[in-house]
């Protein structure tokens, strides 16, 4: 049998060491020797001995959370010795490594999977008040391990060197250290009265060092209780 399906750049790549990988930029391979923690529903493909356990919000303490705040991923934990694919509606995937010390705050509907090893909570957004239509809660990841995003497009990563605004839904996530805060980006005015509006009534400002990932597409709309829609039903970090 022949195609150009078969060539090599389709096929599974292999390695010697465990742990997350990019099969592609749409799908994350795990060759998994122990456990890792990944979004409910993420799974397409597995092979080998591997177990799934869901966790619904990690913990009573972060499901109370998660049902205050509205934001939460279904987590379901993988253990034992294979290899796990799993994708988002074909976004883009990409991988960070955090060293002890580092902090990172992260949209929850960009989080995949991560290594066990990491800490993790929600978190609210400080400076949002009850402006955000993306969330005030975010989830906050620290600690030593590899953590998967996606993003929807190539994202731009903006070094936070001088005042910054981005569009909340459009967020990815930013170094845990910077200052947040609403900005309004539209004038009340005579046209805004009347109707005439920019489609861009506020943004995310950010100070301080660091940087914020930015995609090239907005989340769909909040819906109901306030939680995002994304594949699985998710809508931010650990909910049940």
């Not at 960009?110 to 090893?117: I, R």
């Not at 903006?158 to 250290?177: E, G, M, R």
């Not at 301080?208 to 930015?214: K, M, P, S």
């Amino acid at each position: 049998m022949r195609s150009a399906l078969f060539s090599a750049e389709n096929l599974e790549k292999e390695s010697a060491q465990p742990g997350m990988r990019l099969q592609n930029s749409k799908m994350l391979k795990i060759e998994l020797n122990g456990e890792c923690m990944a979004r409910t529903g993420a799974m397409v493909a597995y092979q080998g001995q591997v177990q799934f356990q869901a966790l619904g919000s990690g913990g009573i303490g972060k499901f109370l959370k998660q049902k205050l705040t509205g934001e939460g991923v279904p987590l379901m934990k993988m253990t034992g010795r294979g290899d796990v694919f799993l994708a988002d509606l074909a976004s883009d995937v990409h991988l960070i490594d955090l060293e002890p010390g580092d902090a990172l705050s992260i949209n929850g509907s960009s989080v995949l999977a991560f290594d066990s090893t990491l800490q993790y909570d929600i978190k609210m957004v400080q400076g949002m008040g009850m402006l955000s239509a993306a969330g005030l809660f975010n989830c906050v990841f620290s600690g030593q391990g590899r953590i998967a995003v996606t993003t929807k497009g190539t994202p731009v990563v903006l070094n936070v060197d001088q005042p910054t605004f981005v569009d909340p839904q459009a967020a990815v996530c930013w170094s845990a250290n910077l200052q947040t805060g609403y900005h309004r980006a539209e004038q009340l005015g005579l046209g805004t009265l009347i109707g005439r509006r920019t489609g861009e009534a506020f943004t995310m400002s950010f100070a301080g060092q660091g940087f914020v990932v930015v995609q090239p597409s907005e989340e769909p709309p909040v819906q109901g209780s306030g939680q995002q829609q994304s594949s699985g039903g998710l809508g931010g970090l650990l909910g049940g």
